[in-house]
């Protein structure tokens, strides 16, 4: 417990990864991944599998970024201080142990970055209608630019929408629709696959968009996805990725996610 307070007072925090509580999820995710690693093995293991399969072919191996890098439970640190000479992680909120080892090595840089461009204007934001008009103003606007040998964007994709789709939920009191959120999922999505269209370099992503819910005989209660545009990439595989057991989000059911895998050379 005091490790825990220590680690939530002494991690570096942008005011706005403070206020949409990101700091919170990001702890929350570490203590998750030690609840569940053993049944997210799999998962870990083609994500892993797929990274080396990937950069065998690569030109040259000097500089590696990963988009939404949070404790790179899926891509660990070992392996990409193997492959590559320089490390660059982006995200909103970076772990405490990022920061000590960057504080150490002049060869990893942490970039702590909104990629989804919408959390500064969220406060204006009261109407489904206004959030979908922002994230459609986003596309045409240069989100991020990065040029390195290879740039993953490592389950990121599908986690755009969720803070800007809860704040809009809040501000009108009520859930967005199943329609409403996907058609929101959708825009942001399409957005992070234009801007990392547009960087330079080999491009690898992973990202869950497919949800299943499980009774606990193991019927589908609820299965649900939403388009993304991933014209341009190329498809590589997909797996099935065991997120929460039953009792971990629910006692009701259990939460499976699809993981598609694409790559763009
Ligand atoms: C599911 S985690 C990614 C897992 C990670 N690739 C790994 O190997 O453990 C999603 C990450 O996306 C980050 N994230 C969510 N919204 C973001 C945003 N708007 N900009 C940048 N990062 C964001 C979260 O902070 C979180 O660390």
């Not at 030109?59 to 193997?82: R, T």
């Not at 000590?100 to 702590?112: F, R």
Request: glycine share 4%; proline share 4%; with cysteine.
């Amino acid at each position: 417990m005091l490790k825990e307070a220590l680690e939530f007072l002494l991690t570096p925090t942008t005011p706005l990864a403070r206020r949409y509580g990101f700091l919170y999820q990001s702890i929350s995710l570490k203590h998750r991944y030690h609840r569940c690693k053993k049944i997210w093995m799999p998962h870990l293991k083609n994500c892993q599998d797929l990274f080396l399969e990937n950069i065998q072919d690569l030109p040259q191996k000097n500089h590696v970024v990963i988009l939404g890098s949070a404790h790179l439970h899926e891509i660990p640190m070992h392996l990409l201080v193997q492959n590559f000479k320089r490390v660059t992680l982006v995200d909103v909120i970076h772990p405490l142990k990022h920061h000590l080892l960057a504080k150490k090595n002049k060869n990893l840089e942490l970039i702590t970055k909104d990629l989804s461009g919408a959390l500064a204007d969220l406060e204006e934001i009261e109407t489904y209608e206004e959030l979908l008009t922002l994230a459609q103003q986003l596309h045409e606007k240069k989100l991020f630019h990065f040029k390195a040998d290879l740039i993953v964007s490592g389950n990121l994709l599908s986690q755009l929408a969720l803070l800007p789709i809860e704040q809009v939920e809040k501000a009108l009191k009520r859930p967005l629709t199943l329609e409403e959120k996907d058609h929101i999922c959708t825009q942001f999505g399409n957005n992070h696959l234009k801007n990392l269209l547009a960087c330079e370099g080999h491009k690898l992503v992973y990202c869950d968009r497919e949800i299943t819910y499980r009774s606990p005989d193991k019927e589908v209660i609820y299965q649900g996805s939403y388009p993304i545009d991933f014209s341009g990439f190329t498809y590589l595989k997909n797996w099935m990725w065991e997120l929460a057991p039953k009792g971990e989000a629910s006692k009701e059911y259990s939460i499976e996610m699809k993981v598609e895998a694409y790559r763009k050379d």
